[in-house]
């Protein structure tokens, strides 16, 4: 039905369609953009310039759509996120861009990232020293997954996208992207265990 809308009302269903995926899009830009960019540049305008390669993109896609819309989009966003960060990072390209691999794009590298979120998820604010200590162990620990783990979980679990959509951006089918995304859980719990003062998180509830 969505592609649908896009080959019936041209830019004008685009429009419509983008809104319609705006949120998950802009989840998926505040989560990868490099924090040195956050002074210049927020989500809107990276999804301004996504939207607008997108209606130049629109013909040749509803004419031959190898990708459901919103992977399709989320692509185009992606891009437009890295492009950016090579653009605006120039004098520092190859640590903007350290993580372009598999076409999504970001700036820190995934395992500190994933570290701060679930550190920064049990810790209170006023424990800011205990919580970057254990971050920066938690983020040691992570780098020992494999690199298409980390990702899954990034996809999963704080992109929020479903098993489908993982296995069309990841380029794997879908029986695979699940199947890393419960041994990457196995994992990361694991690794979890090792670490001082953050058994609490194994009882963490992943959505599967």
């Given amino acids: 039905?969505?592609?649908?809308?896009?080959?019936?009302?041209g830019d004008q269903g685009l429009a419509a369609v983008f809104?319609?995926?705006?949120?998950?899009?802009?989840?998926?830009?505040?989560?990868?953009?490099?924090?040195?960019?956050?002074?210049?540049?927020?989500?809107?305008?990276?999804?301004?310039e996504a939207y607008l390669d997108a209606s130049k993109?629109?013909?040749a896609y509803v004419a031959s759509?190898?990708?459901p819309v919103f992977v399709w989009l989320r692509g185009i966003a992606a891009n437009t996120l890295t492009n950016l960060h090579r653009r605006h990072l120039a004098a520092q390209a190859r640590d903007a861009t350290r993580e372009v691999s598999l076409g999504l794009g970001a700036g820190s590298t995934t395992s500190g990232w994933l570290a701060g979120q679930l550190v920064g998820s049990l810790t209170s604010?006023?424990?800011?020293?205990?919580r970057e200590e254990m971050a920066v162990q938690l983020a040691a620990a992570i780098d020992q997954m494999d690199e298409l783990d980390r990702e899954v979980l990034l996809l999963r679990h704080f992109e929020l996208l479903r098993n489908h959509e993982v296995a069309m951006i990841l380029g794997i089918s879908e029986n695979a992207a699940s199947n890393r995304y419960v041994r990457a859980l196995g994992r990361l719990r694991d690794l979890i265990a090792t670490i001082p003062g953050l058994t609490g998180l194994t009882d963490w509830k992943f959505p599967l």
């Fill in 125 to 130: 604010p006023s424990q800011v020293a205990i």
């Fill in 65 to 67: 759509p190898e990708a």
């Fill in 57 to 59: 993109r629109l013909a």
């Fill in 19 to 48: 809104a319609q995926y705006r949120d998950r899009l802009e989840r998926m830009v505040a989560l990868r953009m490099d924090p040195r960019l956050r002074g210049r540049l927020d989500p809107a305008d990276v999804l301004q």
């Fill in 1 to 9: 039905d969505v592609l649908q809308r896009l080959r019936c009302d």
